[in-house]
């Protein structure tokens, strides 16, 4: 089976200042990548999704971007963080068959 | 707006009581359906899938989820849940085509001795 591994777990930045979340995956090659936020109530929100290195579709209109500089690598990044962007981030991997997810990133932009 | 809609935020309920939680899509068309779930400190992981075929559908840990294409629905079900039970429960769709898996808000369950 697959493993995700995301880093750091905790982070907590001011508001303006950049972002850069990293997702690596094991265990598979050329798989679908996905950033996903769980918000306090409002619960798991996708955010982009990719199909292969530079293939980037966002879900949502935000000030956060990702890329996907290899196969097994997806970033997250933002160059100025607002109050809103708080929160817990997800990577995922996986097929239609089944999600592999990693263990997350609890944002905290003060 | 197309969406997954889970109705019940937070449900408490007794050792031994029967469970079950509501997921309603608004997809037309062939989907395929989820339902996932997050114990305490745990990853998310996959509790049961809908692709095809007989619509009630077995899960791990005794869960069971019924298909309703009528009612657009794929409600989650246990006749007598545990403590350990205890999670948040997503269930999510993937509608025909090239739009990727949808999750609903979840659902947070607690059960209490």
């Known amino acids: 089976s697959q493993t995700i591994h995301q880093w750091p777990a905790t982070l907590v930045q001011p508001v303006g200042s950049p972002l850069s979340l990293e997702c690596t995956v094991e265990?598979?090659?050329?798989?679908?990548l996905y950033w996903y936020r769980q918000a306090a109530g409002r619960g798991l929100q996708l955010l982009f999704y990719s199909v292969g290195i530079g293939q980037i579709s966002s879900e949502v209109p935000q000030n956060l971007s990702a890329s996907r500089p290899q196969d097994r690598q997806f970033i997250l990044s933002s160059k100025k963080l607002l109050l809103s962007d708080s929160g817990f981030y997800l990577c995922?991997?996986?097929?239609?068959?089944?999600?592999?997810f990693g263990s997350g990133t609890q944002l905290s932009v003060l | 707006a197309q969406s997954v809609s889970q109705h019940n935020h937070h449900v408490i309920l007794s050792e031994a009581a029967s469970l079950e939680l509501g997921c309603n899509y608004s997809y037309g068309g062939t989907v395929n359906l989820f339902w996932y779930v997050q114990y305490p400190g745990q990853h998310l992981q996959l509790l049961l899938k809908y692709f095809s075929g007989d619509p009630l559908v077995k899960g791990i840990k005794g869960f069971e989820a019924e298909f309703i294409k009528s009612k657009f629905s794929f409600n989650l079900r246990k006749p007598s849940v545990q403590w350990s039970d205890t999670a948040e429960y997503f269930c999510?769709?993937?509608?025909?085509?090239?739009?990727?898996?949808?999750f609903g808000k979840g659902t947070r369950l607690s059960v209490i001795a």
């Open positions: 265990g598979t090659s050329n798989p679908n």
């Open positions: 995922a991997s996986g097929t239609l068959e089944k999600l592999f």
């Open positions: 999510a769709v993937k509608p025909s085509g090239n739009t990727p898996l949808v």
